[in-house]
């Protein structure tokens, strides 16, 4: 259960974000980052960030990614950088044309579409869990039909937060025949003493 200062801080930092202006754009250490109103902000909230520069030691050896839920597509980004071929979708339509500019912006190279567009590909694919999403619903959507969308050898992704139901994120992966796996976890402050941990948890089809 999340405590009240989180969900305090959290509220603000999504009102906050909702005074975005279209194509305002921010710094992400040397990449400059577009937003906009309804997309998932990196300027408000520093896991994207976190996230994007986590994934390095476990995406090591891998040549493709698929990211699921986009949002300003910060994520994708760091994976490009890394040399790797990036695909993503999402369903908000912002979201896309928002990640498109930022790979033009930053010179990196990627192919992006709305979520209805989804189609078989191998890889990694990255999926995100934060506060939206009571019993986990989409999560375990996302797990069950993840690996459709996944060549053998390739794995599934979610990046998670603080008061995460880890066990119970694991029994989801074991309904579906994965083993859940913690790959990386570590923490970032959010501003006004607050601190969030996260997680990136890998799924392997058993």
Known sequence: MANSTWEKKISSMINESKDCVADNTCQ???????????????????????????????????????????GSGIISLYMARLGLEVTGVDINPDAVETTKKNFEINHQKGHFEDQKSLILYSGIIRGNE??????????????????????????LLLGSCCYANIDMLKEIGAKHHYDAQIKVTGKETIGDNVEETYYIIEYVKK
């Open 28 to 70: 992400i250490e040397d990449m400059t980052i577009y937003l906009h109103p309804n997309v998932y902000s990196p300027k408000y909230f520093p896991e994207s960030k976190w996230f994007g520069k986590n994934l390095r030691s476990v995406v090591e050896g891998t040549k493709t990614f698929l990211e699921v839920g986009l």
């Open 130 to 155: 934060k506060t939206f999403d009571p019993g986990y619903k989409l999560v375990e959507r996302y797990i069950a039909e993840g690996g459709n969308h996944l060549t053998e050898n390739g794995s």
